[in-house]
């Protein structure tokens, strides 16, 4: 009976988006052995270097927040990221990766050392370097490379961005994420301010000319809604606005479905179609516009929003009509791309906090009746749904003995007008959160949906002595060593 509740509150979690086959299809390019595409199409075998001293050297950063193998997706879209750069003629010195590591030799996969992309994709595994693994992948560490700080990172190949006023800078962050926040492997998460303050430092310290930054994570938005100004020549999309979840795609069961013996999602809806995008056209044509353009439409199910999300834009938008190229280089392979793909549009998606759950039942699926592996991982879904329900009737607890039990949900739940930052103060949201955990427990990938409701209780200027109560009142029954913050850490 505990597996069929399980399995039924995981079909009303997952959200499909339905796409006939007439929105899409998959289009290549052949060419006979030997034969190569015209010079004038090529433009090229690749930039001289008369172009690479006007453009300096190009620089990328790519983030995977999480760890274990439900989280599959998030290094699969890093390690694709990879490929495509690499491809692009950016020099392995150039590319910081920060991922924990741990899903290519996972006893889980079904192919060792192998980690793909794309339902029939490539191995994109194979080449990445291992920069920043297991526990090197922090906040910490992060802000490091990109400050060019090779004295404050803590191990790994202490490779950081030491770039130059002339050069150009791409970040990539796939993960989960929540209002105002990502996440990472090993707590604390990225905090927005954090983040922001970072940028602001590179900028001043004059060692770039323009940096591009795409971000997959839910409520992704609010990371720079109201925050990032537009005189840092940064320019940013992201997979969601700051109020919506993203979302994975190429899940057991979709179409298109990986191999049967994949139980994960092998990628992210927003990540897929930028990557798969670059992968298709000349970056020396197709513009950064273009590419929003192209991502916006196929994350929202081609503008209908039947499933997906808002992509969304930040930042100095008056380098759009820039060329790709200059931030993801150049694919002479791709030269004679004329930009006409379509793709075959995947027709379901899950929310990304859904995820895990999807993982675990596929895996609970695919055990002996009688097993004790079978028994275990029906325990731990049970207790991963628990706790989900633990976290959401604590928050409205709390939210009705702050506010009244009539306003307390929607005071908790309100978002503020677009142009205006998550909270006033950043200090102030994670000090609630450090209360919160101290008394309710670790608030997981899946909690950090409710850092809404904590920079609410800030911005209605609650007190730490106010919420404390709050929390004690709440959740002071409440016992469970597995979730408890003392172990999982504290998320601020």
């Known amino acids: 009976m505990a597996a069929l ?5 995981l079909l009303a979690l997952c959200a499909a988006a339905g796409a006939d086959a007439s929105k899409g299809r998959w289009e290549t390019v052949i060419r006979m052995p030997g034969e190569e595409e015209p010079a004038t199409a090529r433009g090229g075998e690749g930039p001289d270097e008369a172009e690479e001293d006007a453009v300096g050297t190009r620089w990328a950063v790519l983030v995977a927040g999480s760890s274990g193998y439900g989280n599959y ?3 699969a879209d890093i390690c694709h990221a990879y490929q495509i750069l690499h491809k692009g003629g950016l020099k392995e010195e150039n590319i910081v990766v920060f991922m924990y590591d741990d899903i290519a030799n996972s006893p889980l996969n079904p192919s060792p050392g192998v980690i793909i992309n794309h339902p029939e994709g490539e191995n994109v595994y194979a080449g990445v370097p291992k920069d920043y693994t297991g526990d090197e992948v922090t906040t910490q560490n992060l802000y490091a490379v990109l400050l060019g700080n090779k004295t404050a990172v803590s191990g790994g190949s202490k490779k950081v961005i030491d770039s130059k006023p002339n050069d150009h800078i791409f970040i990539y962050y796939s993960d989960h994420g929540g ?8 707590l604390p998460y990225l905090y927005a301010d954090d983040f922001i303050k970072v940028l602001q430092e590179k900028h001043a310290s004059n060692t770039y000319a323009k940096m591009v930054i795409y971000v997959e994570a839910c409520e992704s938005g609010s990371i720079f809604e109201g925050l990032l100004p537009a005189d840092l020549d940064i320019y940013v999309t992201t997979a969601s606005n700051a109020e919506e979840s993203s979302f994975g795609t190429y899940c057991p069961g979709m179409e298109p479905s990986p191999p049967s013996e994949y139980i994960t999602c092998l990628g992210d809806l927003y990540s897929v179609a930028w990557m798969e995008d670059s992968e298709n056209h000349n970056l020396k044509e197709e513009t950064i516009k273009k590419q929003y353009e192209e991502v916006k439409k196929r994350t929202s199910d081609l503008n209908s929003y039947g499933a997906g999300s808002h992509v969304m834009e930040y930042g100095d938008k008056t380098f759009k009509d820039e060329k790709l ?15 006409k793909l379509f793709w075959r549009t995947p027709k ?4 990304q906090r859904d995820a ?31 706790h989900r329900k633990h976290l959401d009737s604590s928050m409205d607890f709390i939210g009705k003995l702050l506010f009244g039990y009539e306003n307390g949900p929607s005071v908790l739940q309100a978002v503020r007008p677009s142009g205006k930052p998550l909270v006033d103060d950043w200090d102030c949201l994670k000090r609630m959160v450090q209360i919160f955990e101290s008394h309710c427990g670790s608030l997981s990938q899946y ?9 609410n209780i800030c911005n209605n200027g609650i007190s730490g002595t106010t919420m404390k109560e709050a929390s004690i009142n709440t959740c002071g029954g409440h016992n469970s060593a597995r979730w408890s913050p003392l172990i999982q850490g504290y998320s601020a």
């Open 447 to 455: 909690g950090m949906k409710h850092m809404r409701a904590f920079a």
């Open 73 to 75: 997706r998030h290094q």
């Open 348 to 351: 379901a998606a899950i929310n």
């Open 5 to 9: 509740r399980c399995f039924a509150l």
């Open 356 to 386: 895990d759950l999807l993982f675990m039942w596929r895996r609970y699926e695919m055990l002996h009746v009688k097993s004790k592996e079978r028994v275990n991982v029906l325990r731990e879904i049970s207790e991963t749904v628990r």
């Open 179 to 186: 209002p105002g926040v990502l996440g990472m492997p090993n």
């Open 325 to 339: 190229y200059l931030y993801q280089g150049f694919n002479p392979a791709n030269a004679n791309m004329t930009n």
